[in-house]
């Protein structure tokens, strides 16, 4: 079997570009995993791509506003006799601590994992909460 | 946001097509199949589209990052994008037989490959 020779040489380029991303002054180097974070006033959601992971290797931890993602992502396994032709997807363990805008109720953290992407929904702590000042006129 | 750039907002992502990226895959070969292992994270059946045209194998994933109701994107290291590549098979290979199933964003595709002809002798005549 034989893959597509132009899909590999782009695939190449795509990886020379990011080596070329990764110099100081550069966008800073991209972790494992990828995330997005959404915001509404009361919590924020964090989505990360991270397929073929599956929810018992996954571990969610947080810490006043500091979130860390630690798992593993399981090796395709080989049998003797069986030949690789291509191994890209990444494998082995990850670690990502991400630094969260405030601190979070960690009771009512909530995580699902679909298709695999990762949604954590992160309440915001009721007393960091923005409050109202009135001021006194005196 | 501390320690984390802000890329750019929802409303301006609206704008931008859409790009599509090789999904990166493994390709294991034991006796009797080929199989074919991609990362298609948010591609579910209904999104996944698997063609074979002669020996040219296409698959194409349309993501759909969800996005969560009522949120503002306020940080982003993942665009929407959609999958898609090709693969030329060899001519050991039954495209007919191709079975292809999703889980947790990984697509597998089982790929049986035909038993190889049996080599015969040909037996020349002196006329």
């Given amino acids: 079997m034989m893959w597509d020779f132009w899909s590999e040489m782009d695939k190449l380029h795509d990886r020379v570009n990011r080596v070329f991303h990764n110099l100081p002054g550069m966008p800073a180097r991209r972790e494992y995993p990828a995330v997005n974070i959404w915001r509404s006033e009361d919590r924020l959601v964090l989505t990360a791509e991270m397929p073929g992971v599956e929810a018992q290797d996954l571990d969610i931890s947080v810490e006043d506003n500091l979130l860390t993602l630690t798992g593993v992502r399981k090796t395709t396994e080989m049998k003797e006799g069986e030949t690789l032709h291509l191994r890209e997807r990444l494998q082995g363990e990850f670690k990502r601590h991400i630094e969260l805008p405030y601190r979070i109720d960690k009771d009512n953290v909530e995580a699902k994992l679909i298709n695999g992407i990762l949604q954590v929904n992160l309440p915001r702590s009721a007393e960091e909460k923005p409050r109202k000042i009135t001021v006194n006129v005196q | ?127």
């Fill in chain 2, 1 to 127: 946001m501390a320690n984390l750039e802000k890329i750019r907002s929802e409303r301006s992502t609206a704008h931008i097509s859409r790009s599509v990226i090789h999904p990166d895959t493994d390709i294991i070969e034991t006796d009797n199949v080929v199989l074919l292992l991609a990362d298609v994270p948010g591609i579910d059946e209904k999104s996944l589209e698997i063609t074979v045209d002669k020996n040219l194998l296409t698959i194409y994933g349309k993501n759909e990052l969800g996005k969560p109701e009522g949120m503002e994107l306020c940080y982003a290291e993942c665009e929407p994008r959609d999958f898609q590549r090709m693969f030329t098979l060899g001519y050991n290979v039954d495209t007919n037989k191709i079975e292809a199933v999703v889980k947790n964003g990984v697509l597998r595709l089982t790929i049986p490959k035909t038993t190889p002809a049996q080599t015969r002798k040909i037996t020349v005549r002196a006329e």
